[in-house]
Nanobody, 124 residues
Framework: QVQLVESGGGLVQAGGSLRLSCAAS????????MGWFRQAPGKEREFVAT????????YHADSVKGRFTISRDKAKNTVYLQMNSLKPEDTAVYYC?????????????????WGQGTQVTVSS
């Protein structure tokens, strides 16, 4: 069993930065790939970034590439999403997810555990 708790969301002006954290519990955290997804009002949940079990491989959605960076600290059982140059269109609830697989994936169906979400609001 894996439990995920996100933090770090908030209100920021366009061009600003935030760092989201996802604290995970469970002995199998280090063997799982992790992902960040987001859902804006009236829209479907979309993939943001993923990292494999070792942290050696990451993949970011085109919409955030060059601005967002996913990373993980296995000693702290924590995954991060550093978000720079934020835009109003980045406004959404951001969810951390843990996969049953070790390889990274942008497919939400491969993630069996989800956090409660943290709100990110970017003002223009």
């Amino acid at each position: 069993q894996v439990q995920l708790v996100e933090s770090g969301g908030g209100l920021v002006q366009a061009g600003g930065s935030l760092r989201l954290s996802c604290a995970a519990s469970g002995r199998t955290f280090s063997s799982r790939s992790m992902g960040w997804f987001r859902q804006a009002p009236g829209k479907e949940r979309e993939f943001v970034a993923t990292i494999n079990w070792s942290g050696s491989s990451t993949y970011h959605a085109d919409s955030v590439k060059g601005r967002f960076t996913i990373s993980r600290d296995k000693a702290k059982n924590t995954v991060y999403l550093q978000m720079n140059s934020l835009k109003p269109e980045d406004t959404a609830v951001y969810y951390c997810a843990a996969s049953a697989l070790s390889r990274s994936s942008d497919n939400s169906r491969e993630y069996g555990y989800w956090g409660q979400g943290t709100q990110v609001t970017v003002s223009s």
